[in-house]
């Protein structure tokens, strides 16, 4: 059987606003058909911290504190939590919804996507699985979220390793597209990261940091050596070609493309009234 050949956009670091806005171009150009499904990799400089497209910014994230330790701050176009996005592998995937390899429903496409990702922790040598949420409470949370925080939140087939969450992702639908995508943590400041949210008081942040602990992990606390970015690069990419069955064909964007990319960024992602719309 002839294995299905997407795009790979392999890793390079961009600052907050063009991250976003090529997740979006991508997005744009497969809708009208001028892109094949696509999987990028990326990172951030500075370290960011992406909100949901529907968080409540200022009640729920400390602007001063995001402001002191000098991190990037962009609204998503997906929804979710907040995420830090530092010492982690990105990654995006771009592909229509009516792809015969894309179920209908978010949560078993997200599903199909996140095999991928169960595959590259395999790779790595972590004994990854699905974690579906089962009891009430769950479903619950799954609705209403308690914390502002995406790895401390469950969601459907999050993956877990010994029982806590080593990758976050979010997803949306438009022009009849589908946009995943999401982090994959190598290493996590968790001092750093509760200090960029809001709290009723210091009880309260220190329950929900201490909480943390058993609910989400990065790759070197758990692996039993030191794993690099390259690593992880390969891992994920070989992954993604396992899980989904495709081959990944390296692409580099042109100068018009990146001019796209980059009025997109300043016109949107750049501007307050987007940051700052909730």
């Avoid at 943390?212 to 070197?220: E, L, P």
Wanted: charged fraction near 30%; charge should be neutral; aromatic fraction near 10%.
């Amino acid at each position: 059987m002839i294995m299905e050949i997407w795009r790979f956009i392999d890793y390079q670091t961009y600052s907050p606003s063009i991250n976003m806005a090529l997740d979006e171009a991508l997005l744009e150009w497969h809708s009208k058909g001028q892109f094949p499904p696509t999987i990028r990799f990326y990172g951030w400089d500075p370290a960011t911290l992406s909100i949901g497209y529907f968080q409540k910014l200022h009640r729920e994230i400390n602007l001063q504190k995001v402001k002191e330790h000098g991190i990037g701050l962009v609204r998503r176009l997906t929804g979710g939590r907040a995420v830090l996005h530092d010492k982690e592998l990105t990654y995006s995937v771009v592909v229509s919804e009516n792809h015969p390899k894309m179920p209908k429903t978010v949560t078993e496409a997200y599903r199909i996507i996140s095999l991928g990702l169960l595959e590259g922790f395999k790779q790595l040598g972590l004994h990854a699985y699905f974690s579906v949420p089962e009891t009430k409470e769950e479903l619950d949370m799954l609705k209403n979220p308690r914390s502002s925080v995406c790895f401390d939140a469950p969601s459907w087939y999050e993956l877990v390793v010994e029982g806590r969450k080593v990758a976050g992702s979010a997803q949306t639908r438009q022009k009849g597209v589908i946009l995943q995508h999401g982090s994959i943590l190598l290493d996590l400041d968790e001092d750093i990261l509760f200090d960029l949210f809001q709290y009723p008081s210091d009880r309260v942040r220190e329950r929900m940091q201490r909480n943390f602990k058993n609910k989400a992990v990065a790759i070197n606390q758990i692996a039993t050596r030191k794993i690099n970015l390259e690593e992880v690069r390969e891992a994920f990419k070989s992954g993604f070609e396992k899980g989904l069955n495709i081959r990944l064909e390296p692409y580099t964007l042109t100068e018009d493309e990146m001019n796209f990319v980059e009025e997109l960024a300043k016109k949107r992602y750049e501007h307050e009234e987007w940051t700052f719309a909730r």
